[in-house]
């Protein structure tokens, strides 16, 4: 349940209003403004970790640029995101040892990953990580650091699920509603060969955790099943609609060895690329249990 004083509750007018003025008030016009050069991630200095919060407070994300390189260490990323009180690793299957994913193309081969089309070459889509995982796996917050580039493409837009939100809100609060209802989406069930490996998971697309708000969203139609009723598929258009038409507020990034996402799980794409195979694309992807926090006050 939404407290009544949230501003995120559809009926808290008033607060929203207040929310909503201090959201928009001089958020950030340009990707650049979103970048934050860092001597060395795995201790930040103080004016570091300053002006990345800064840009987390107002955008729910911030991108880091060290002087890393193509080195495959996941510990500079990894001990960043500590420091912001992210701990708890979403160690899913396609994961590696550690937790954390290494994302590099395998649909080339025969590997179990290249069936997923994170590790392949194709486009991803309009989505928030792991929007299919059980309430007790919420990822809140995600890392995502770059080793080595595309050749070609491989560039991310970026867009606060919060100015989604405030656009959505705008236009009808019902769209609102509709997305928090306890039974607005579902995942359907995921089969391997041992059986079923997940069962169907139903739940809202909007949710409010440790006051802040939470999106679930994927522009697939593979993998989801939204609730087939006219609020629903309204607030469903009227979301598809808004993304299509690249309001502002959304940020294309391409990044480069040694810069790295550190977010809220905000809403994201990927263009499709092109590399060699003596020089896959790689990033390290961490997806965290926890929102990102201002450990340094």
Known sequence: MIP??????????????????????????????????????????????????QRIAKTNMAIYATGM????????PRLLSAQFGLTHLDANWLADEDGISSLTPQDEGSAKRGEFIPYTHHRIRWHTDG????????????TLHCVREADQGGENDLLDHELAYIALRDANP??????????????????????????DETGPALC???????????????????????ATLAALQALEQ???????????????????????????????????????????????????SNLRG
């Open 4 to 53: 009544l004083d949230s501003p995120f509750h559809p009926d808290n007018i008033a607060g929203y209003q207040a929310w909503r003025a201090a959201k928009l008030a001089d958020y950030p016009t340009r990707g650049e403004d979103l970048i934050v050069a860092v001597g060395d991630p795995k201790q930040l200095t103080d004016a570091e970790y300053a002006a990345l919060w």
């Open 69 to 76: 390189g193509e080195a495959e260490d996941k510990d500079g």
């Open 131 to 142: 929007y299919y995982n059980p309430p007790e796996r919420r990822i809140f917050a995600m």
């Open 174 to 199: 019902e769209h609102i509603r509709a997305l928090m209802a306890h039974d607005a989406m579902t995942i359907p069930a995921r089969v391997d060969e041992a059986g079923t490996a997940r069962e």
């Open 208 to 230: 409010v955790a440790d006051g802040l708000l939470h999106l679930r969203y994927t522009a697939r139609t593979k993998s989801i099943a939204w609730k087939q009723d006219a």
């Open 242 to 292: 808004l993304l299509e038409s690249r309001p502002a507020g959304i940020f294309t990034l391409k990044l480069q060895p040694g810069m790295g996402l550190i977010c809220n799980n905000v809403l994201h794409t990927r263009s499709g690329f092109t590399d060699r195979p003596e020089h896959r694309r790689l990033l390290y992807r961490a997806r965290y249990h926890e929102h990102l």
